[in-house]
């Protein structure tokens, strides 16, 4: 049985380096979103938002080694560290499968960015302008708090193997 040590980023450059890497992903996504956000179809951003941040979410916690079935690998000492240091950070997506609904209720949070943006669409162009800058900044807030929840996370899981 391995340690689940190597999925984890190593040192703190590694962890900084994972950081900038999904931080970049996490600025792509936002503008994809925003794109979709243009289109004054209402509601497609919403279906497309919940898509694009579930996959997004998955892939910064393998990035950074924290999947449920990543966390499960490590001994249970560790395992209780980073269970600990995500919920002390408000990480409430690290080490946990994504469901819809989990993403549905971390949009809410963000509600009424989310119904700016759909009554936006109502005004010709500017409306699809404004819709597209609030989606893409909703998107790269909450991406940035996950990338940085996961860093933080992984800090203090390379704390606790020195």
Request: hydrophobic share 45%; aromatic share 2%; net charge neutral.
């Given at each position: 049985m391995d340690s689940g040590w190597e999925l984890l980023?190593?040192?703190?450059?590694?962890i900084a380096d994972v950081r900038e890497r999904c931080r970049r992903l996490v600025?792509?996504?936002?503008?994809?979103a925003a794109g979709v956000a243009?289109?004054?179809?209402p509601?497609?951003?919403?279906v497309s938002d919940l898509k694009m941040f579930t996959d997004l979410?998955?892939?910064?916690?393998?990035?950074f080694g924290l999947t449920a079935e990543?966390?499960?690998r490590l001994q249970p000492k560790f395992r209780m560290i980073a269970y600990e240091?995500?919920?002390?950070v408000g990480g409430?997506?690290?080490?946990?499968?994504?469901?819809?609904d989990l993403v549905i209720k971390l949009m809410a949070k963000s509600g009424k960015k989310m119904v700016a943006k759909q009554a936006s669409k109502i005004v010709p162009l500017a409306g699809q302008v404004a819709s597209a800058a609030i989606g893409f900044f909703a998107f790269r807030q909450i991406g940035y708090q996950h990338v940085e929840a996961c860093a933080k996370v992984a800090r203090e899981l390379l704390a606790a193997k020195e």
């Open positions: 980023p190593s040192s703190e450059r590694d600025r792509k996504r936002a503008t994809w243009a289109v004054p179809l509601g497609i951003d919403i979410i998955d892939e910064v916690n393998t990035a990543q966390i499960e240091a995500a919920v002390s409430m997506l690290v080490g946990k499968l994504v469901t819809r």
